[in-house]
């Protein structure tokens, strides 16, 4: 027997999934219904006053969900009952915007008082930031909990390094239920990213013993990031943008200057010489809507990373301490 045509629209409405586990668009809005505004105004103001918070948030939310699942136990002090992520080595002294996130949370709690986990704070906080910057905004499932302890092994065995092979870093996604795809479009985020000069300078003056610069770098672009950072000691932890064309607005720039041997991590360049993924960063460079497309959606498969919902967890009143 068939179904009537208004039947089955009627079918697949009510069993099409709406949420992601016990993620729900609507999570929050009745009981939380201005939660979207109170962030991206938060975003807006510190964005006004610090170029680089939007890059640093990324930053923050992929290595709290890369290395431990979303749970923002990235956002956790040092207890004794456990060692804070902030110390770990990929963390320190490169991870920022703790205030911002812990400011967001306190202005959400005024008005809606232990209702919103952190991590869909840090969670909606990239998404505006990234809007904010240029880029495409995504719809996000929400009602994440937050953790109740921190894994400072699994943020430093677990965090891509910019010094890893390409197959250490498809590995370390592939753990988590990401994909090849999302490897390249996430590295994407570094359109508005800045990195130490140590991370890239043995690039710059004596390449694998040659006295040279990488061949396989601009020439143009070697010369300039030789002067920013100099073969001494002192400008190891100077930043440089990675995209130094386009550095605060989030583009697909970042994809052409691979396609033109400017990138400056070696760990990005090989995206566009490795035959896996050469054909995905041409299009990228090409088709600014693809990019922007696969990026939020990226973007959402990382945010649902080891995800904690229902009873589990909890919702902290403060980001930095479990309750």
Not at 84 to 107: C, H, M
Not at 152 to 160: H, L, Q, Y
């Amino acid at each position: 027997m068939h179904l009537p045509v208004t039947n089955l629209v009627f079918c697949l409405l009510v069993f099409q999934p709406f949420v992601y586990g016990q993620l729900d668009y609507k999570f929050y809005d009745y009981t939380c219904p201005n939660l979207t505004k109170i962030v991206r105004f938060g975003l807006w103001s510190a964005m006004a006053n610090d170029t680089r918070i939007a890059a640093s948030l990324l930053r923050m939310h992929f290595h709290d969900c890369i290395s431990n699942g979303c749970d923002a136990s990235i956002l956790l002090d040092e207890t004794s009952s456990f060692r804070s992520e902030k110390d770990a080595i990929p963390n320190r002294n490169s991870v920022r915007g703790f205030e911002l996130i812990e400011s967001i949370k306190t202005n959400v709690e005024k008005v809606c008082p232990n209702t919103v986990s952190c991590i869909d704070i840090l969670t909606l906080a990239v998404r505006e930031a990234v809007f904010l910057s240029g880029g495409r905004y995504w719809p996000l499932a929400l009602g994440r909990r937050d953790g109740l302890t921190a894994n400072i092994t699994a943020s430093n065995t677990e965090i891509p390094s910019p010094f890893e092979s390409l197959d250490g870093i498809i590995a370390k996604f592939t753990a988590k239920g990401l994909d090849l795809k999302d490897v390249v479009a996430l590295s994407g985020a570094h359109t508005i990213g800045f990195s130490q000069c140590f991370t890239f300078k043995f690039r710059l003056f004596n390449f694998s013993g040659s006295g040279a610069p990488d061949p396989t770098l601009d020439a143009s672009l070697a010369t300039s990031l030789q002067t920013a950072c100099p073969n001494q000691d002192e400008s190891d932890t100077k930043l440089v943008p990675l995209d130094r064309v386009t550095t605060t607005r989030f583009d697909n720039v970042f994809f052409k200057n691979l396609v033109n041997n400017s990138g400056v991590l070696a760990s990005d360049q090989v995206l566009m010489t490795d035959n896996r993924t050469s054909a995905m960063v041409l299009n990228y460079s090409k088709f600014p809507f693809l990019f922007a497309k696969d990026f939020g959606d990226s973007m959402v498969k990382l945010s649902n990373v080891g995800a904690i919902t229902g009873q589990n967890g909890q919702v902290r009143n403060k980001c930095n301490l479990v309750n």
